[in-house]
């Protein structure tokens, strides 16, 4: 009787070993998950920002630039129509500095550095602090982790752009963001 109970109690303590491994398995893959999820949108936000910027860029320049040359003409004593180009160029500049075009583009840069740094805390986390921590405190890292990137979704700005999100993928498939160790 004593023998079963000794090997019963093995069993069971064998089996909450197994399931304890399962559970950190699983933790592993929410941070691989989670690792993903922030390099796509991180990726796609840098994407999209680099197109804001860019619009932004010349949507000051163009009107600012036909300001300066109008003005030039009409020292140069061209005729009085290209007052009114200067007038227009210079309203449209003004207006576009009034519209703040050039802060989608801060907001998606922001939100890609975030995205960015989320990833980096996961991939650190199951690679190389999990051995250092016990099961629960692992838990609740990857389970903070998810809770931020769950935050860092609801308060960054859209990624609607289907073609930023498409690039995203290819340039990720490329292995743009893999280290020379891995």
Not at 89 to 109: P, Q, W, Y
Not at 123 to 142: G, M, P, S
Request: hydrophobic share 45%; proline share 2%.
């Amino acid at each position: 009787m004593q023998l079963r109970s000794g090997i019963n109690c093995l069993v069971t303590h064998f089996h909450q070993e197994a399931s304890m491994e399962e559970k950190v398995d699983s933790l592993i893959s929410e941070c691989k998950q989670i690792e993903a999820d922030s390099m796509q949108t991180a990726e796609t936000h840098h994407i999209i920002a680099h197109k804001a910027s860019s619009r932004a860029f010349w949507l000051k320049f163009i009107p600012a630039l036909a300001t300066v040359i109008s003005a030039g003409f009409l020292l140069a004593g061209a005729n009085n129509w290209v007052a009114w180009v200067a007038l227009i160029s210079g309203m449209v500049t003004v207006s576009n500095i009034l519209m703040k075009c050039d802060e989608k583009s801060a907001e998606h840069l922001f939100a890609a550095k975030s995205f960015t740094v989320l990833k980096h805390q996961a991939r650190a986390l199951h690679n190389a602090f999990k051995n250092f921590i016990d099961e629960k405190d692992f838990y609740h890292q990857v389970r903070m982790i998810r809770e931020q990137y769950n935050l860092l979704v609801q308060f960054a700005p859209p990624t609607d752009d289907e073609k930023a999100y498409d690039k995203a993928s290819e340039r990720i498939k490329k292995g743009v963001h893999r280290t020379n160790f891995e």
